[in-house]
């Protein structure tokens, strides 16, 4: 057998940087939904692809069943901010880090920005719109406002939803405790003792949550 010469090989065609940047987010994204599948417990089958690169979604929203044709790329977030005008869930470091966007997830809390929304398929999810109404406020809301439990207020939504969801998992019970579990929801006004105060009432009066 004689050996391959260059010319036995077909030329190399370089991509153009717009398929080269276009390759990388199909991939990038196909690996954020493996990703974020294992981390939400969510079966990736359950995701519904359509054409034309977009998805719908159905979810149980604050009570209310909604479906949404998205972005694969759109993250919980970013689907009940800007397709649901639920802006009371707010965005922070958009890293994961800071816990304003704290959601209740099938009742459990979660960072809404570091999970896709086509892995939320036929979960419920509620905010803090529909923990409470200003006609009734939900417990934890009216004991932040007893505790004045915030400043600026930015922050609040997502501590509120994480101390609800903190409080029925049931592990917490100390104040050291209850610092711990809430160390992923930040304050940069520093009302952390009035937050902890305000949990405490919850969780010394046994309140429906």
Do not use: W
């Not at 190399?12 to 940047?21: L, Q, V």
């Not at 459990?108 to 529909?130: D, H, P, Y």
Request: proline share 3%; net charge neutral.
């Amino acid at each position: 057998m004689s050996a391959l010469s260059a010319e036995d090989y077909p030329p190399f065609s370089k991509p153009s940087r717009k398929e080269f940047i276009q390759t990388l987010s199909v991939i990038g994204a196909g690996i954020g939904i493996q990703i974020s599948a294992r981390s939400a417990r969510i079966p990736v089958d359950k995701i519904n692809y359509i054409d034309e690169g977009m998805m719908t979604v159905q979810m149980v929203i604050n009570g209310k069943n909604k479906t949404l044709l998205i972005d694969p790329r759109t993250t919980l977030l970013d689907a009940l901010r800007e397709n649901l005008r639920l802006t009371g869930t707010k965005k922070g470091c958009d890293r994961g880090q800071c816990g304003a966007c704290t959601v209740l997830l099938n009742g459990e809390r979660i960072n809404s920005c570091l999970l896709l929304a086509g892995l939320c398929n036929g979960a419920t999810v509620t905010t803090i719109e529909g923990l409470g109404t200003v006609e009734k406020l939900h417990p934890m809301q009216q004991a932040f406002l007893h505790h004045d439990a915030f400043q600026c207020g930015y922050c609040t939504p997502g501590q509120i939803c994480s101390a609800v969801g903190m409080l029925k998992e049931g592990h917490a019970k100390t104040d050291d405790q209850l610092r711990e579990a809430m160390s992923g929801n930040l304050c940069r006004c520093g009302a952390y003792h009035n937050i902890i105060e305000a949990i405490k009432e919850i969780q010394a009066s046994h309140a429906s949550l």
